[in-house]
């Protein structure tokens, strides 16, 4: 390897998203940070305060830099226009000697950059983007190409689930390795374990994006058949698609006689504060819509965290009646399936 050291061990992450919404990136960074690699992201806000006011812990070489989020609209084409001309100024002032690109839309100018600065690229893909119409969807479809031609010049692809990186292979036969990783907590978040200990109170966790698939009212209806000494503790933050979720579930819990049994933490900015708080719990929910078409809930086992973040601290998992999910949580005794 040739150049001075600054520019080999220099490494951008781009995604337009927060990429503090997605531990993966906190980890890889903190690896790599801890190896002597200088870091630098390169990503946007979120919608609502609580995804917005996710973040990462300082560290003294990773710098974190976002544009402000902005809504759906003509005036996000132009913003979207901002940020990879940003991203663009950004490679060429500072010469990372890698891309680690972690969304469809930075797919575009990730492809982008390989043209005009010759960086080496890393293409990891959280959520697999669903097929888009022909009559519908341009730009997506754009950004559909762009990713076909990234993964093929990427040094790797990475997908967090097995089934994603067999149909990431499929529709995609031109990329080169393409690695299945879990999204895991690092040993870093391993805390000493202790047990839970509330007065004889049983708690149940949540933590994650608030959306009736992955915390139905369901929940609140088999709590109420349970002792009163079993209650839910919900750690997470609202979404675009569901902006009245916590009103909608405490007005349901408020029905059923269950408020004086619900915890309602909120968003926490720090994945070591949604820990902290996981810790005097005694089981998470980590649930999945049985029937669903959506291709990312029809492959979550390894890809979402919540299960490993429940089990690094020391709680049993509730799980959905799912062959991939029964065969890694529930065959190896870590927990229990249900129908939610």
């Known amino acids: 390897m040739t150049g001075p050291p600054s520019a080999r061990m220099k490494i951008l992450y781009l995604q337009y ?56 609209g003509w005036l996000q084409k132009l ?22 690109a972690s969304d469809l839309l930075a797919c575009p100018v990730a492809l982008l950059l390989t043209w005009i600065s010759g960086v080496r690229l890393l293409y990891h893909e959280h959520d697999s983007p669903e097929h888009i119409p022909e009559r519908d969807g341009r730009f997506q479809r754009l950004a559909l190409w762009t990713r076909s031609k990234l993964a093929a010049r990427a040094e790797f692809c990475i997908l967090p689930s097995r089934r994603r990186a067999e149909d990431f292979r499929a529709e995609i036969p031109g990329a080169r390795q393409v690695l299945c990783v879990w999204n895991c907590p690092s040993r870093e978040e391993l805390p000493a374990l202790r047990g839970a200990s509330n007065g004889g109170e049983f708690w149940v966790l949540y933590h994650g994006s608030l959306v009736p698939a992955r915390l139905p009212q369901t929940v609140l209806h088999a709590m109420r058949e349970l002792p009163p000494q079993i209650k839910l503790r919900v750690i997470g933050y609202e979404t675009v698609g569901s902006p009245t979720f916590l009103r909608d579930f405490t007005a349901a819990a408020s029905e059923l006689g269950l408020l004086n049994r619900l915890d309602i933490v909120g968003a926490l900015p720090l994945r070591s504060q949604i820990l902290e708080y996981s810790h005097d719990c005694h089981v998470g929910l980590s649930l999945m819509p049985t029937c669903s078409r959506d291709r990312n809930e029809q492959a979550m086992s390894g890809a979402s965290n919540k299960a490993f973040d429940y089990l690094v601290c020391g709680l049993a998992v509730l799980v959905s009646n799912l062959p991939d999910w029964r065969s890694m949580f529930v065959e190896p005794g870590y927990g229990l399936h249900c129908v939610p």
């Open 79 to 100: 913003h979207y226009a901002a940020f990879c001309i940003w991203a663009c100024g950004w490679v060429i002032a500072w010469r990372p000697k890698w891309v680690y």
């Open 17 to 72: 998203l927060n990429p503090a919404c997605y531990p993966p990136l906190e980890h890889s960074s903190r690896i790599l940070a801890a190896s002597g690699w200088q870091v630098m992201f390169l990503g946007i806000g979120a919608w609502g305060a609580g995804a917005d006011g996710f973040c990462f812990p300082r560290h003294a070489t990773i710098r974190i830099k976002r544009l402000a989020y902005c809504r759906p």
